[in-house]
């Protein structure tokens, strides 16, 4: 079975820039949730889908920051125009039921220069 | 506001040199904690779920335990495939997103 899975690995843009970041969860998996680490910090809630719907935004910093998820089943986060604390490791996780067991992707790391 | 707090941020440890990770916390009415391990340029991976004090749960050479105000994780007998980050994390008072502490990361040395 595939696991979560995340595009690009890895991504480095000038500030002012837009990047879009995917994830493709597992399949079958209803809820999708972005997270985020800045270096020295915890891990971050950004926000929850279920299915196409957003459950819960409260953890996206500003409006700079936009998450789809047509049709229910990847998801794009796309940060418009990026700024400098933007930089970090963004992590998508998806689970069948709403729960704090979640299956991780392998991150995307983001540097804004 | 609930919060978890892990210690210590690094631990050295020789192999078969058991230890104990702690995560203290503060949420209003706890929903689970969990344990999770990330490995380098990975993403995290869960490991166990607790949900009431004096809970107890095991596997391999882990053991996590429960009180009403913190968690641990003893490891007995380390090996050097057991290095990793070791995430806490709680359920937030929707249920719906994770909060976790900064994390302990473990080297085990042969």
């Known amino acids: 079975e595939a696991g979560v899975t995340q595009f690009p690995s890895h991504s480095v843009i000038e500030k002012g820039q837009t990047v879009t970041l995917r994830c493709d969860p597992i399949s079958g998996h209803d809820n999708l949730y972005w997270y985020r680490r800045v270096m020295g910090k915890e891990i971050k809630f950004l926000l929850h889908f279920v299915k196409e719907s957003k459950q819960d935004e409260s953890g996206m910093p500003n409006n700079r920051f936009l998450a789809e998820r047509t049709g229910g089943t990847y998801s794009t986060l796309k940060v418009q125009p990026a700024e400098l604390e933007d930089s970090g490791v963004y992590f998508c996780?998806?689970?069948?039921?709403?729960?704090?067991?979640?299956?991780f992707g392998q991150g995307t790391r983001l540097t804004v220069v | 506001e609930d919060q978890v707090t892990q210690s210590p941020e690094a631990l050295r440890l020789q192999e078969g040199e058991s230890s104990s990770l702690n995560c203290s916390y503060t949420?209003?009415?706890?929903?689970?904690l969990f344990w999770y391990r990330q490995d380098p340029g990975k993403g995290p991976e869960f490991l166990f779920t607790l949900y009431s004090a004096g809970e107890e749960k095991e596997k391999e050479r882990l053991k996590a335990t429960l009180t009403k105000k913190e968690s641990f994780l003893h490891i007995t007998a380390p090996k050097p495939e057991d290095s990793a980050t070791y995430l806490c994390a709680v359920l937030n008072q929707a249920g719906t997103a994770l909060i976790f502490g900064k994390g302990t990361t473990l080297s085990v040395s042969s």
């Open positions: 949420v209003s009415g706890l929903r689970g």
């Open positions: 996780a998806s689970s069948q039921t709403i729960t704090g067991e979640a299956f």
